[in-house]
Nanobody
Framework: VQLQASGGGLVQSGGSLRLACTVS????????TGWFRQVPEKEREFVAG????????YGADSVKGRFTISRDNAKMTVYLQMNSLKPEDSGVYYC???????????????WGQGTQVTVSS
């Protein structure tokens, strides 16, 4: 399973970023996907997830109304649109893939490399 995340960067508070995660073909059509973030000395935190079909999405309370997860089947890519960013959204963002139930259990089995998001105040 291969996942490639991109799109991180430096943005001012209130700004927007869109992260992208490209998933290998073998896994894309069978796996749910999600985004997590981590800051130093804290555990990795679930941010958002989307089912295999894309019909259902899940998000952490801290990002609801601001972040949107979606998938483009033609490009085998999952996106995380982040709006109204806050300094506390800063961290390394990871995309993950796993069996269909992963999006509910938050127990994903494959991980991409992280992409840094920094929100300045």
């Amino acid at each position: 399973v291969q996942l490639q995340a991109s799109g991180g960067g430096l943005v001012q508070s209130g700004g927007s970023l869109r992260l992208a995660c490209t998933v290998s073909e073998y896994t894309y059509n069978a796996y749910s996907t999600g985004w997590f973030r981590q800051v130093p000395e804290k555990e990795r935190e679930f941010v958002a997830g989307i089912t295999v079909s894309g019909s259902s999405t899940y998000g952490a309370d801290s990002v609801k109304g601001r972040f949107t997860i979606s998938r483009d089947n033609a490009k085998m890519t999952v996106y995380l649109q982040m709006n109204s960013l806050k300094p506390e959204d800063s961290g390394v963002y990871y995309c993950a893939a796993g069996p269909p139930a992963s999006v509910v259990t938050r127990n994903f089995t494959s991980w991409g490399q992280g992409t840094q998001v920094t929100v300045s105040s």
